[in-house]
């Protein structure tokens, strides 16, 4: 349809991106192994409470990111039961650019989260070396990657449930 | 068959989100919104009783006309919602913080389960 450029257009004024920065006093390599590199990668990867384990890592155009999301405090594997979650889930990602020490994106596969359709949902983080610091960007889309399963274990999806019976549940 | 949206899944389609942006600017009728989204009519209909549903939207009739405006409340629990999201990615971001910091004193990227 050629209502696709507007489409285009409004998706990217109302789909909600969160951007979060920070500078660190680092070598712009020293942050880039953190993002690609199964070690780096499984250093910080993940929400509290989980911990990542890296089955394939190919920092490369269209390059493999496959790894085992893991439920990993007692709380969490508790929480996760609780919810009749699985305390483990694969994710299959991909590296969608990458331009070393520069910027790279991450576009995972969603597809265990219960009763939501797989879709796609890119992670993007660009990296501004100056002086000894690098600032780093990362550009996230909340609907939804791993962080949310995070947020249902601690109720905020049931908060946005609760959204939904006001708003959504009123019969007309 | 009309199950309940969850407030995201209703902004997910963007045909939606095209209407939700042509009600940015204030209450509009079924037409108007055609004409700026460059929608068909049915379509939009459709979509709006979606957005209707959803708490999104809300209609008053004028005469023969129906107007369609932006209600506050989802976007404002979406905003609050968002907030959350961020506060968890900041924790992450503090977690890469230390992984840095220990990488940089041993010269390789520490291991997250050994150091905790």
């Known amino acids: 349809m050629n209502d696709k450029n507007k489409s285009a257009a409004a998706d990217h004024t109302t789909r909600p991106k969160v951007?979060?920065?920070?500078?660190?006093?680092?070598?712009?390599?020293?942050?880039?192994?953190?993002?690609?590199?199964?070690?780096?990668?499984?250093?910080?990867?993940?929400?509290?409470?989980?911990?990542?384990?890296?089955?394939?890592l190919e920092a490369r155009l269209g390059g493999t990111l496959h790894y085992d999301m893991i439920a990993d405090s007692p709380e969490m594997i508790a929480a996760m039961k609780q919810m009749g979650q699985a305390t483990s889930h694969e994710v299959h990602a991909r590296f969608s650019e990458i331009r070393p020490h520069d910027r790279l994106a991450i576009t995972s596969v969603i597809d265990f989260l219960q009763g939501v359709k797989a879709y796609e949902s890119t992670i993007v983080a660009e990296f501004f070396p100056s002086g000894d610091t690098v600032r780093m960007v990362v550009t996230l889309e909340p609907m939804h990657d791993d962080e949310f399963t995070k947020m249902q274990t601690e109720g905020f999806r049931s908060q946005l449930s609760k959204l939904d019976k006001r708003y959504g549940g009123e019969k007309r | 068959m009309a199950t309940q949206l969850d407030t995201f899944q209703a902004l997910a389609d963007p045909t939606r989100r095209s209407i939700v942006e042509a009600l940015r600017n204030g209450e509009r009728q079924v037409n108007d919104i055609v004409e700026q989204a460059g929608i068909h009519q049915s379509g939009v209909s459709r979509h709006l009783r979606i957005l209707h549903k959803a708490g999104f939207v809300s209609m008053r009739p004028d005469g023969q006309r129906r107007l369609y405006c932006l209600r506050p409340e989802p976007f404002r629990e979406l905003n609050k919602?968002?907030?959350?999201?961020?506060?968890?990615?900041?924790?992450?971001?503090?977690?890469?913080?230390?992984?840095?910091?220990?990488?940089?004193?041993?010269?390789?990227?520490?291991?997250?389960?050994?150091?905790?």
Do not use: M
Request: aromatic share 14%; proline share 4%.
């Open chain 2, 81 to 116: 919602w968002l907030a959350q999201y961020r506060n968890l990615w900041e924790a992450r971001l503090d977690r890469l913080g230390a992984a840095l910091k220990k990488q940089q004193s041993s010269g390789k990227p520490p291991n997250k389960e050994q150091d905790t």
């Open chain 1, 19 to 56: 951007v979060i920065e920070r500078t660190y006093r680092a070598k712009v390599g020293e942050l880039w192994e953190l993002w690609t590199t199964k070690q780096g990668f499984e250093s910080w990867w993940g929400p509290d409470g989980f911990r990542v384990e890296v089955h394939a």
